[in-house]
């Protein structure tokens, strides 16, 4: 909004002409959505407790976590907030991309809404059965792929990591590989959101990588140079992904150990899907599951605990996800939260280095 009102503007006043570069916008974009999740978050938090939103612990989950009964849930409505107000403010918003990846960001918050709504009603840690999310979830992927798929500029070219030779034309089976990528990181986020600040740690880490990815995408001459493939006009989603860090880190200002806010599914299915949505355009969907390595080790690690257990009738973790395993280890709840940041921050730079090792 503030780049179609303020940049035509540049003609007669030049100080206007920086909003043209999408470095300047992606910084304040930030910057706006950090300042709204600290002027909004003490509010909302207060809302949350006054209206009785509050988190309901899984009978199956670790004892530890009944003293975080009561704390505020859906918190994840600031994160919504944080993230859609900037991009509208500062994104180009003739740009499809943007709008696709607001698609899937509010579609699957108004998802995880319904879900955390039902569990704070019945007062019970099962909202949306599987099945009822699952569907609209892959409704929204199978639009979102289509559009991608009829859009002329998009190509349905899968790139690999490491192989600049290598970049397989899926034609009609891009719609299904893409529907996985957005739908499999929006469960896996949230699988992983199950301890104060877990998921939205490395969230915000994947986000700035995919933050510099948008970018160079967008760029021909850089992702010429790099060889990388140039998806032009995804440059912009360096705004919305600025947003993202913004927010993120917004969020755990309240969301940090111990918890004065959850973000619930409407924060970590909105999350992930956002981060799925933007992999795929930005032609990085192999690259995320390096970038995101920790949400692919909790989901796998649910995998193997359902396929064991069904199979074997044994366990191979004491609890899954495999944060849970820790906890049942004796690991202090903040020393698994860091140690899984670290982990993240690693696999971001390994995911960065396949820019250069082509």
Not at 69 to 77: A, W
Not at 156 to 171: R, V, W
Request: proline share 4%.
């Amino acid at each position: 909004m503030l780049y179609h009102l303020l940049y035509p503007l540049h003609t007669d006043f030049s100080v206007f002409y920086v909003f043209r570069f999408i470095t300047f916008r992606t910084i304040y974009a930030t910057i706006t959505a950090l300042l709204l999740s600290f002027m909004l978050g003490p509010w909302l938090i207060n809302k949350l407790s006054a209206l009785q939103m509050g988190q309901h612990v899984r009978k199956l989950g670790p004892e530890s976590h009944y003293v975080k009964e009561g704390t505020p849930t859906m918190g994840g409505v600031l994160i919504l907030f944080a993230i859609v107000v900037p991009t509208l403010l500062w994104a180009d918003l003739t740009n499809l991309y943007v709008w696709l990846t607001l698609l899937v960001t509010v579609g699957f918050g108004v998802i995880g809404f319904i879900d955390d709504l039902l569990k704070v009603r019945l007062k019970s840690s099962d909202g949306l059965s599987p099945r009822q999310k699952m569907f609209w979830q892959i409704l929204l992927a199978l639009g979102v792929g289509l559009a991608l798929f009829f859009y002329p500029p998009f190509q349905t070219t899968l790139a690999f990591p490491f192989f600049k030779g290598l970049n397989p034309d899926l034609g009609w089976a891009y719609v299904p590989f893409a529907m996985v990528v957005i739908i499999g990181a929006s469960n896996a986020v949230n699988l992983t959101d199950g301890l104060d600040g877990l998921a939205i740690g490395p969230v915000i880490i994947a986000a700035g990588t995919y933050l510099l990815f948008a970018y160079l995408a967008g760029h021909a001459n850089l992702a010429n140079y790099l060889q990388i493939n140039n998806v032009q006009g995804a440059g912009e989603l360096a705004v919305l992904c600025g947003a993202m860090v913004g927010a993120g880190l917004g969020f755990l200002w309240f969301n940090t150990y111990p918890a004065q806010v959850f973000m619930g599914d409407i924060g970590s299915l909105s999350l992930g899907g956002a981060i799925g949505t933007i992999a795929v355009i930005t032609k990085q969907e192999i690259v995320l599951v390096i970038v995101g390595g920790i949400f692919v080790m909790e989901a796998l690690s649910v995998i193997v605990q359902v396929t064991s257990f069904r199979l074997y009738g044994k366990r191979v973790f004491r609890m899954a996800p495999i944060h849970h395993h820790f906890e049942l280890k004796g690991w202090p709840e903040p020393k698994i939260i860091v140690r899984f940041w670290i982990v993240s921050i690693i696999l971001a730079l390994i995911g960065l280095s396949t820019l250069k090792l082509r």
